[in-house]
């Protein structure tokens, strides 16, 4: 069976939405559309709290692995309920991941790595963080973000539906320095304006 998180073990993170992302990041985003996308996806972050959704989780082998994920500004868990009961919850500029089928448990920081991009709080997306592409669909927006003083480390790319002007969180992707992915398509997704319980993010292995 795969691990829930292959950077818990592999050094791995979630990667983009294009296989050639990398080649954006640095690149900088001066149109003004872009900007007002950019400020919408930052309030957007700031601002759901008591996101739910369920997850499918695609690992760079093509794995698959699923479960519902929690998330208010600046935390988020994880709980696998395929390939098996595991969970990884992050805040603070930490992960905790579970594997309670090995009985094992990985702490490790976020602070170069591109996890930690969605968990800043607030989330400023200029400054330390680089926007390294603003992409429109029909009815989508994704941006891809990277740390300004380490893009090679890895991007961030999250992906929306935008309806009427309305943004839902629909994909997370993460890559790492050896360009593996890691993608989370979300469904479902629900945000009640309410903050979880502090109890569901604490850093313990016993919760």
Not at 96 to 104: G, I, K, P
Not at 166 to 180: A, P, Y
Request: net charge negative.
């Amino acid at each position: 069976m795969k691990p829930a998180f292959p950077f818990a073990t592999r050094r791995l993170m979630m990667g983009g939405l294009l296989t050639l992302l990398a080649a954006c990041a640095g690149a900088p985003v001066q149109q003004p559309d872009q900007q007002a996308d950019i400020a919408r996806v930052e309030a957007y972050l700031n601002t759901s709290d008591g996101l739910l959704a369920n997850f499918a989780q695609t690992w760079p082998d093509g794995g698959k692995g699923q479960g519902v994920m929690h998330y208010d500004p600046g935390r988020l868990r994880l709980d696998y309920e395929t390939p098996g009961s595991m969970k990884l919850v992050a805040q603070d500029g930490h992960l905790l991941f579970v594997d309670h089928r090995r009985e094992s448990v990985t702490r490790m920081s976020l602070g170069h790595q591109p996890l930690g991009l969605l968990l800043d709080q607030p989330v400023h997306l200029s400054g330390l963080i680089a926007v390294t592409a603003v992409q429109h669909g029909q009815n989508s927006l994704q941006v891809s973000l990277a740390r300004r003083d380490s893009e090679s480390q890895g991007i961030l790319t999250l992906g929306f539906s935008d309806i009427a002007g309305k943004l839902s969180l629909l994909v997370i992707e993460m890559t790492d320095v050896e360009r593996q992915h890691i993608r989370l398509d979300l469904t479902d997704t629900t945000v009640s304006g309410q903050k979880w319980p502090d109890a569901m993010f604490t850093l313990s292995a016993s919760n």
